[in-house]
């Protein structure tokens, strides 16, 4: 790995209530699409990684879900991942959209051990949808943020480069994420399913990924799509197979722009009973349970 006397590295948090817009800054800084967006609230459920490295500097974003009240395991199981991004962070950015106004200090919202006395940035986003004159003057550690248009994201990123420490980067230069182009898959699947499925469908909805075959022309992945009820498989297949087809036509265009390869995306549906609320089901689909931590 990298290293050499000027060499600095950071790992950046990203915290904020859900639709916040962690995940449209995430995608800004790091130049690609890697974290879903959606409209609907508490589309990420596991953080995504991306890493940022600019001349002698590598920072390394973490975007975990947004800060909620756990209602069941699952959302348990998110909040368990939040505070493991921020006790394991350098620093801090603290999200939230500039139409609701400065976020209360972070101390309040997250439990006192989540934080270790790291540096904390607030970002308000959104600053593209406010004229300027309705704008209220900052001056960091605030900062405005319009991430789809660019603005204010060099001076984020600049303040994030205050906070990296001397030491050998963790990662590849060229790296863009630590995370297997799988976790992707599975993500671009859920977010199509955001995009098309109504009301709180997509919430009861889980992508896996069974088979990725790489090395062949289309590049073929099998995917299964986990419903709690018979119903809800009714829905996601739609009238002969039609919501499922568009389903899947949604997500490969977002698969492909990643691996920048033709897709065969091969979309089953199964029902998978109570799954939210199923520590067996949750840990075979990934998710750390509360409590727990992965070694």
Known sequence: MRESPDTRCAVIALAGKPNSGKSTLLNAIVGAKLAIISAKPQSTRQPVVGIHTEGETQLVFVDPPGLLEPRYLLQQAMMEQVMDALRGADAILHLSTLADGAPPPLEELVPADALKGQPVATVLTGADLVPPHERPATAPPTFLVGATTGEGVKEVLEWCREQARPGSFR?????????????????????????????????????????????????????????????????????????????????????????????????????????????????????????????
């Open 171 to 295: 990662y590849d230069p060229e790296d863009i994420s630590t995370q297997p182009l799988r976790f992707f898959v599975a993500e671009f699947v859920r977010e199509a399913a955001f995009e098309l499925l109504d009301e709180e469908l997509p919430y009861a909805l889980a992508a896996e990924v069974d088979e990725f075959r790489e090395d062949s022309d289309p590049v073929y992945i099998r995917v299964t799509v986990h419903v709690e009820r018979e119903s809800q498989k009714g829905i996601v297949i739609g009238s002969n197979g039609r919501t499922i087809k568009q389903l899947g036509a949604l997500a490969r265009q977002s698969i492909e722009h990643l691996l920048g390869k033709r897709v065969f995306l091969d979309l089953w549906v199964k029902v998978l009973p109570k799954w939210r609320r199923s520590p067996q089901r949750l840990r075979e689909l990934g998710f750390p349970l509360p409590g727990t931590r992965n070694t």
